[in-house]
């Protein structure tokens, strides 16, 4: 008998792109002032729309609406990837952090893709 999901809040997808977010919201506090309005917004806005696209695409009512929210999840995970590599050649992260993250983003590229490929 399979486990039945009843929230967002429940979907490993959702969770690891908040962590994702939080981090990258902590990492941030520590670019410079000048970035503010620059990429330290842009990794923010990329970063929190990853987990409030797989939100709003849970509670679509077709497979495919459901696709296209976590589509567009995807679409701003990728953003997010490269702005964090941007980061790195800026001199605002340092490797270590890049590789990190590049990991957590990785196994969550993994699992909307299998998400996705579950709706289908």
């Known amino acids: 008998m ?8 429940q ?3 959702w969770k690891y792109s908040q962590e994702l977010s939080v981090y990258i919201y902590k990492i941030t506090k ?17 970063s929190s729309s990853i987990s409030a696209n797989i939100a ?14 976590y589509t567009i999840a995807y679409g701003s995970l990728l953003e997010t990837k490269s702005f964090l590599y941007l980061s790195n050649k800026l001199e605002y992260l340092p490797v270590d952090i890049l590789t990190e993250l590049i990991e957590q983003i990785v196994i ?4 909307i893709n299998a998400s996705k490929k579950a709706l289908s």
């Open 108 to 111: 969550l590229q993994k699992i």
């Open 30 to 46: 520590g670019f410079p002032k000048e970035e503010q309005f620059g990429i330290t917004n842009q990794l923010r806005r990329s």
């Open 56 to 69: 709003e695409g849970f509670g679509r009512s077709t497979n495919k609406d459901k696709t296209h929210f």
């Open 2 to 9: 399979g486990y039945k999901l009843t929230s967002f809040e």
């Open 11 to 13: 979907l490993d997808s």
